[in-house]
């Protein structure tokens, strides 16, 4: 195991999150993010409902806030399986086999793109144990100007907590009391293009909205231990709750 997966091992466990710098090329990062816009120009009119937002009701490509379904793309998933993100998945899940449950683009636009209010990843996953990891690549720089992440470090500790329905596209829970956060530190990232952001699906983070001149597309892997099974109980009542809100803006829309 090399120095830089030790330390993302001792940082992601004492914090709940930690950033690998250069992950990826500049070329790599421009490569990679020519591919996956191309794919959306192409398909986004092909999906609906949870697997895309667009920052208003018209269903543009620039206008799309989040995408949740990369991982039908082969190329994105075997840039999973194949490649050196498979390596920090593996020893961050403890040596034990990881499983790409999602891969979706944050791909938050310029002067409008929305926020994602404050949350646990495993709200919305539903695994068994909670030991899930999030990987969020930097495909444009990413800072406070532009809505980057936000962390409550070492919040993951407090295990999973309660949510409610946020109303907001991309991410529709959001922790329930939030007096909680006063008793964590709140970080921002400062990252470069192909920076890769790693969190625990136990800690609170979220970001703002990107009202700057410019864009901050995230590409993000959720991987589960391969072993962990979902919860049906929890998975049956996020998805009920997510499907209210989506026919809600449906019919907003509408009016
Ligand atoms: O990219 C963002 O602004 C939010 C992403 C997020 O919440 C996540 O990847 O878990």
Redesign the pocket.
């Known amino acids: 195991m090399n120095n830089k997966i030790k330390k993302a091992i001792i940082e992601l466990n004492k914090n709940g999150w930690t950033v690998i710098k250069g992950f990826l090329t500049k070329k790599q990062v421009s490569n990679y993010k020519k591919n996956i816009f191309e794919y959306l120009k192409k398909n986004h009119l092909n999906f609906k409902g949870r697997h895309i937002n667009y920052v208003g009701n018209a269903k543009k490509f620039t206008d799309i806030h989040?995408f949740h379904k990369l991982e039908a793309n082969k190329k994105v998933k075997d840039f999973f399986y194949k490649g050196k993100i498979y390596k920090y998945a593996y020893a961050l899940l403890n040596n034990s086999k990881p499983e790409l449950r999602a891969s979706?683009l944050?791909k938050?636009p310029k002067k409008s793109?929305l926020?994602?209010s404050p949350?646990q990843?495993d709200f919305y996953w539903n695994v068994k144990g909670n030991k899930g990891i999030?990987f969020?690549i930097a495909l444009d720089e990413a800072n406070k100007k532009n809505?980057?992440?936000y962390y409550y470090t070492a919040s993951h500790k407090l295990g999973l907590l309660q949510h409610k329905p946020s109303y907001g596209k991309?991410?529709s829970q959001t922790v329930k009391n939030i007096k909680i956060f006063k008793k964590f530190k709140k970080d921002y990232l400062e990252l470069k293009k192909g920076d890769m952001a790693v969190?625990s699906s136990l800690v609170i983070?979220?970001?703002e909205e990107n009202l700057s001149n410019f864009n901050?597309a995230?590409w993000?892997f959720?991987v589960k231990p391969k072993y962990s099974p979902y919860d049906k109980k929890r998975t049956s009542l996020f998805v009920k709750s997510l499907n209210k809100q989506i026919k809600l803006r449906e019919k907003n829309a509408r009016i």
């Open positions: 989040s979706e944050f938050k793109g926020k994602a949350h990843d999030t969020w809505g980057t992440m991309g991410t969190h983070h979220g970001s901050r995230g993000t959720a």
